[in-house]
């Protein structure tokens, strides 16, 4: 080793100790997020707030796999509620036909999601801002139609019915409310940190310098293509987990679940809780559960009070909640260092 190579291994030596420090901080994180979740139910008997949770790692899920594409890489889907709607039906139909473990069932709805995502990726990535947002669009309006005129399969615009079969598998019950609530929270967790490790990865700083400037990235060597066509696959996959775990929560699967408006509630949430940090799709999807579930109890008129929010994001804080948040407190950070 030459004494050029010898410094530069030892420049680097900081950098891979602070990834590891960072990999092992998230993982101590996430332990301790699941057994405080995990512990909610000895601590109360309300089960609509163990609703609440259950519906907060479907659309958690799927809200964060949405902000891969949109704040991390600057793809923005309109169409990305498709994988949220294909993992309930491939979940919900091999359950129901085929009467496979529950386990086997999570990985072949996830295998038939990166089929279909790979297949959709490959097209849709060659476009450009708003041809990408709506050919996604496309696609998503296509598999609801599939699903909607496809009745002797999927149920039409009924569903799913009869419920999903939830046979015992390594002694979980989910049809017991407390396990099917841990399994749910166990699956939002994982699924948060395995995109939190693909964000901090060197890929997700690929997808940055994608999402900044395509045409430099393609200049250094980086296939944008094939990246940006991995992060669809990926997100896909991830969306498709949060529709797996509203299936378990309704024990069906409805047409709604792939309809455009999931992929607009999905854009709504990033909106709220902001696209710059990681957190920020999961403080929106409280939000915006918070919301609906306050505001339809006082009033029929609730989209009106939704458009009011949109506003006020959108005009007054012009980003989302967290990322106000973030801002300020590097603001006051800034400020201290410089007194």
């Known amino acids: 080793m030459t004494e050029l190579e010898a410094g530069r291994a030892q420049a680097l030596v900081p950098v891979r100790s602070g990834a590891v420090l960072r990999r092992y901080r998230d993982v101590l994180i996430a332990l301790i997020a699941f057994a405080v979740l995990a512990s909610l139910p000895l601590f109360t008997g309300s089960k609509a707030l163990l609703d609440f949770v259950i519906r907060c790692s479907a659309y958690g899920l799927f809200a ?36 496979v473990p529950i386990p086997v069932a999570f990985v072949a709805a996830l295998a038939i999601t990166a089929v279909f995502a790979t297949v959709i990726g490959a097209i849709c990535v060659r476009l450009k801002e708003i041809y990408f947002a709506f050919v996604t669009l496309a696609f998503q309006m296509l598999i609801h139609s599939t699903i909607l005129s496809w009745a002797s399969f999927t149920g039409g615009d009924q569903g799913l019915r009869g419920g999903i079969p939830r046979p015992v598998f390594l002694g ?6 407390v396990h099917l609530y841990v399994t749910s929270c166990a699956l939002l967790i994982l699924g948060l940190l395995a995109m939190r490790q693909i964000a901090q990865s060197p890929f997700g700083y690929t997808l940055r310098m994608i999402r900044d400037n395509a ?34 929560f309704v024990s069906g699967a409805y047409p709604e679940f792939a309809y455009w408006t999931i992929s607009g509630e999905g854009i709504f949430i990033n909106m709220l809780g902001g696209v710059s940090t990681f957190l ?7 939000l915006l559960l918070l919301l609906n579930d306050t505001v339809t109890r006082f009033t029929e008129y609730h989209g009106i009070v939704l458009g009011v929010v949109i506003l006020f994001f959108a005009l007054g804080l012009r980003k989302g909640l967290l990322d106000f948040v973030a801002e300020w407190l590097w603001d006051r950070r800034d400020a201290g260092k410089g007194r």
């Open 172 to 177: 979980i019950d989910l049809s017991n409310h």
């Open 64 to 99: 964060t796999s949405l902000n891969l594409l949109v704040g991390y890489t600057g793809l923005t889907s309109f169409g990305h509620g498709m994988f949220f709607g294909l993992g309930a039906y491939s979940f919900g139909l091999i359950m129901q036909k085929l009467g």
């Open 215 to 248: 045409a430099r990235a393609s200049f250094l060597g980086i296939d944008v293509w094939r990246a940006k066509l991995t992060v669809f696959v990926l997100a896909a996959l991830f969306a498709s987990m949060g529709g797996m775990v509203m299936a378990l």
């Open 280 to 286: 920020g799709p999961m403080v929106g999807t409280v």
